[in-house]
């Protein structure tokens, strides 16, 4: 289990969403309903993704987050990526985070309120389609990428396969 956590506050379609601690695979069902609700915002103006309060951030995590960079490309919006954390900044950039997001040390104005989102169990083939959607989503983004995770969803794609039959 992680003691990570994700904070989330919205108005008038500007998104801000905040990691805190180690987040990891345990969040990602939550993660992912939040960015599928961003998504069907058809007046989305801007999305911030806040890690300053992040420890880490798994691949998993990571993946969520690239599939919100790729999404806004076809939005012509380039979304925030706020990061103070120097490995935390070469780790985004060594993914090619940084062809997708913004990156800045600070936001200009702090969000005042925001809420935690809501932590929900998944059966495990739906984590693991999960795993395997957001490894593919990083896996897209370059060959760097796709080279450090084929692996990886090779197996969970055998395992799954496995515990189909």
Not at 31 to 50: A, M, R
Not at 103 to 117: I, N, V
Request: proline content about 2%.
């Amino acid at each position: 289990m992680s003691d990570g956590r994700i904070y989330y506050a919205e108005n008038d379609a500007n998104y801000h969403i905040r990691f805190v601690g180690d987040v990891r695979v345990t969040l990602c069902t939550s993660l992912s309903k939040y960015i599928d609700h961003i998504f069907s915002d058809i007046d989305l103006k801007s999305i911030v993704l806040d890690l300053r309060d992040a420890k880490a951030v798994d691949s998993t995590t990571l993946g969520f987050i690239a599939k919100v960079g790729l999404y806004t490309v076809s939005k012509e919006l380039k979304p925030l990526i706020i990061v103070k954390d120097k490995s935390m900044i070469r780790l985004l950039d060594s993914m090619g985070f940084d062809d997708l997001f913004e990156l800045a040390p600070s936001l200009p104005e702090d969000e005042k309120s925001m809420t935690e989102l809501e932590s929900l169990s998944a059966p495990s083939e739906k984590v693991r389609e999960e795993v395997i959607d957001a490894h593919k989503v990083l896996m897209s983004m370059n060959t760097k990428n796709m080279k450090a995770f084929s692996k990886l969803v090779s197996a969970l794609q055998k395992e799954s396969e496995q515990s189909s039959h």
